[in-house]
């Protein structure tokens, strides 16, 4: 199994980045997905979540309204675009997969074991 997230990069505060997870060997409509991430010299830290079928989704406060996860089951892949970025949403973006029958809600994932973890991607967003 493999997750691969990118898209990471620097912008400006207020502007927006699109990431990207590519899963391979497995079926992602198994799973229950996850964005996290890690800031330097802080715990890693849960995002968003959203269901096998992309029906419900589930973030944190300090990124509803700015945030959205997405999915797409035929392509593998699953998505955070983030937009109105602030210089505190600077962290390694780490996707996560999770069996879906381990999850009760979306909102559930959020204090869950995750199965398998993708590389990360640096997003920088400067001031």
């Known amino acids: 199994v493999q997750l691969q997230a990118s898209g990471g990069g620097l912008v400006q505060a207020g502007g927006s980045l699109r990431l990207s997870c590519a899963a391979s060997r497995l079926t992602l409509s198994d799973y229950v997905m996850g964005w996290f991430r890690q800031a330097p010299g802080k715990n890693r830290e849960f995002v968003a979540a959203?269901?096998?079928?992309?029906?419900?989704?589930y973030s944190i406060d300090s990124v509803k309204g700015r945030f959205t996860i997405s999915r797409d089951n035929a392509k593998n892949t699953v998505y955070l675009q983030m937009n109105s970025l602030k210089p505190k949403d600077t962290a390694v973006y780490y996707c996560?997969?999770?069996?879906?029958?381990?999850?009760?809600?979306?909102?559930?994932?959020?204090?869950?074991?995750?199965?398998?973890w993708g590389q990360g991607t640096q997003v920088t967003v400067s001031s």
């Open positions: 996560a997969a999770v069996e879906r029958e381990r999850i009760i809600t979306v909102r559930a994932a959020a204090s869950s074991e995750f199965d398998y």
């Open positions: 959203i269901s096998w079928n992309g029906a419900s989704t």
